[in-house]
DNA sequence: TTATTTTGTTATCAAATGATAAGTAACGAG
DNA sequence: CTCGTTACTTATCATTTGATAACAAAATAA
């Protein structure tokens, strides 16, 4: 079967994920904050609570840049430490309500990006666009189980 | 209908995406080349022949910056700048036989890594997996329209 | 022809990011 | 308790990337 002409599509594909995520949030990243640091916001939205070494592991970046990055963040109050019961190496890291008010008025934005996207679409056309993410998730675009945590 | 739903698994989905193609890139950069330099590389590889401007376009780099890093490229004889019939301010840019042979490689270990993932399905989901990025890159991942060329 | 726009270049500077070494505190095994 | 490991921090340095100003050559318009 045509295996390569499926990985064209999906060479072409991820470029153009890249892109659109981009132009849905180029143009509401605050001031204040480095495309970096944006990242780690949206990561830390998006799965909080999260460890440092979840931070570091998902984006692929050294602890102590993570740290770094992370120390920025809270100084700006725009995310939180609290300790973790049962490991005080840990934090439980988390959207500070600043960060928490920033990042939803910057996943409202990209939604409204994103609706226009859709709006003309039929609920088949939604159903499908669903199902697609759906498809893709579980076979191609998983990502690898990381070394699990403990108890 | 749930296009809150929706769009959460949109920011989910984008962000895998992102993660997977790291995964699949990140330990085949050579040296003597940045991860930004590979981006262009990329976008050369798949768009050629293309012009500085187009590089700047659509990798949402300024010009004097798509000039420097493409030089670089150029002196690493990763790629060439050829003149342009009909506008002599033009260079049509494409990899050199040694950066499409790096290219080539780099794209071999990526649909390595890609058929690693696919080699277990049927070929009916392998038709589903088509059709779903053909239904996503249609309605939700297509790029805005550059302003166009001439004639 | 002259003026303006397009396409690209060069130079320079600041900021962001990456990499490494060294250190600390807490936990867990023996 | 001691030792090794985990989770994280601090400091430092080099590289990469972004931003801006100033320029030049070719095309296009007037």
Do not use: W
């Not at 939205?45 to 050294?62: E, G, K, R, Y």
Request: with cysteine; glycine share 4%.
């Amino acid at each position: 079967m045509d295996t390569n002409g499926l990985f064209r599509k999906f060479v072409a594909f991820t470029a153009s994920v890249h892109q659109v995520k981009h132009e849905f949030t180029k143009d509401i990243r605050l001031d204040e904050i480095t495309p970096l640091q944006y990242s780690m916001l949206e990561y830390i939205a998006v799965s909080q609570p999260v460890t440092l070494s979840d931070i570091s592991d998902c984006l692929f970046m050294s602890m102590p840049n993570t740290s770094r990055e992370l120390k920025k963040l809270s100084d700006k109050r725009l995310c939180e430490k609290l300790a973790v019961a049962g490991d005080r190496r840990k934090h439980a890291i988390r959207l500070s309500p600043q960060g928490q008010a920033m990042m939803d008025g910057v996943f409202g934005q990209m939604e409204a990006r994103f609706m226009a996207r859709t709006q003309d679409a039929t609920p088949e056309l939604l159903a499908e666009i669903e199902h697609a993410l759906d498809v893709l998730q579980a076979s191609v675009f998983y990502t690898e189980r990381p070394k699990m945590g403990k108890s």
